[in-house]
């Protein structure tokens, strides 16, 4: 089935992530009403990933997933939930997994990225992630289970059971880093077990936590965890996860519970596309427009662009209201903007109450980051919901947790 109307523009975007949701929001602020806006999603909700790792330790998984039903409310926004599996640009033709063809004017592909586990034996197959809520929820399932396994343990093999093992010093593995220490305590208190055989460690293959942050920052980071009870491990490379075993080049431990937060690559699907050409890293490049080289009325925003600041949120908010701008003056007959990366700034909260900053020259740590760090997520949220929505995913309260073995209530 091919679907197709000649007297409208139609702006398809492929992907309801940050770059998505961003170009969609404000095309239909600047473009009139014959230029229709339709979004594409394989999910009907959107993620915010900046917070997942809260959502493993306890938080009301509404704070990071919000129905795009509900950030497209009262706007001329069409939501078509469907898998794009081929893109002809040539023909100015995508395919969905439902067998649907649909026909675009402009098209904007904003597929994110995908977790990479650099060909490394056992790691995809035993290791949790957390870049999805699903994933992020199972995590947490089993962290509970942790402490059944536990309990019914040989002697020899305590140890291992309550020994979580986070592989990547990246912001999301030092969050979530802090943020299990606080966590586990609460488990284990109610699993009348001492917290003292409770283990965390945090493995990262370069030689310095966050390694995109300036170094008086990454130290301040690797202090706070240390001090928090995290013992972190640089410089070391995982080789291989066998059944309740990792082991590096150096070094092995004991652990049933491996949590990875090594590696992302761009979204594989832009491999399939013919007449894209991709730089050695896997994303596309683009030109001065954010097109792919050679193509018109094609953009690519986000993780997925050969761009200075690619894979932060930040940049894919940037690259969605570019590609809106854009498109609004190749409409118009006008001159098209060029795009001029923009520099991130940095907020890395590491346990309750504390986050390290990086704003340009300024530098905050303590109390006071982990306020910016707060007030960062709320704008965001206000920037696509109504002010009372806003406000209310912002404060949802956690959820009441409830394990049988302890049978109460957390």
């Avoid at 912001?171 to 917290?195: R, W």
């Avoid at 953009?299 to 930040?314: K, V």
Wanted: hydrophobic share 40%.
């Amino acid at each position: 089935m091919e679907l197709t109307d000649k007297s409208l523009h139609k702006v398809y975007i492929v992907g309801g992530g940050f770059a998505g949701i961003r170009a969609a929001l404000d095309l239909v602020d600047i473009t009139p009403e014959n230029v229709e806006v339709i979004l594409i999603s394989k999910n009907h909700h959107f993620e915010y990933y900046p917070r997942i790792y809260k959502v493993v330790t306890g938080a009301n998984p509404r704070e990071v997933c919000i129905p795009l039903s509900e950030i497209f409310a009262n706007t001329r926004i069409k939501i078509i939930n469907d898998e794009i599996i081929k893109v002809d640009v040539n023909k100015k033709k995508i395919e969905g997994k439902s067998g649907i063809i649909y026909d675009y004017s402009d098209l904007v592909l904003a597929l994110g990225s995908e977790t990479v586990y650099f060909n490394i034996d056992g790691v995809k197959e035993r290791s949790y992630g957390f870049k999805s809520i699903h994933e992020a929820l199972a995590l947490k399932k089993h962290l509970h289970k942790m402490f059944d396994v536990y309990l019914s343990s040989e002697k020899e093999d305590v140890i291992s059971q309550l020994h979580l093992v986070i592989v990547g010093g990246g912001p999301s593995g030092v969050e979530l880093a802090g943020k299990l220490v606080t966590y586990m305590k609460e488990l284990s208190k109610h699993h009348s077990v001492k917290n003292e055989f409770i283990t965390i460690d945090l493995i990262e293959a370069a030689s310095s936590l966050v390694s995109a942050l300036p170094s008086e920052v990454s130290s301040h980071v690797y202090n706070r965890l240390h001090k928090l009870g995290v013992n972190i491990f640089l410089n070391r490379s995982l080789v291989k996860e066998d059944i309740d075993e990792i082991l590096m080049k150096d070094m092995s431990m004991r652990t049933n519970t491996l949590i990875w937060t090594a590696g992302s690559r761009t979204n594989h699907f832009y491999e399939s596309i013919e007449g894209f050409t991709l730089h050695r890293n896997g994303r596309v490049l683009v030109d001065e427009y954010m097109r792919p080289e050679g193509f018109e009325h094609v953009y690519i925003a986000g993780d997925s662009a050969h761009t200075s600041y690619a894979g932060f949120a930040q940049t894919a908010l940037y690259d969605g209201n570019f590609i809106a701008k854009t498109i609004k003056a190749d409409y118009n007959g006008e001159n098209m903007p060029k795009y001029i990366p923009k520099k991130v700034s940095y907020a890395v909260p590491v346990g309750e109450g504390w986050a390290a900053v990086s704003w340009g020259p300024l530098k905050i740590y303590g109390w006071i980051g982990y306020i910016l760090r707060e007030l960062i997520d709320l704008k965001f949220f206000m920037s696509i919901l109504p002010l009372y929505k806003a406000i209310r995913i912002f404060k949802n309260k956690p959820l009441k947790e409830s394990c049988h073995t302890c049978g109460e209530d957390m």
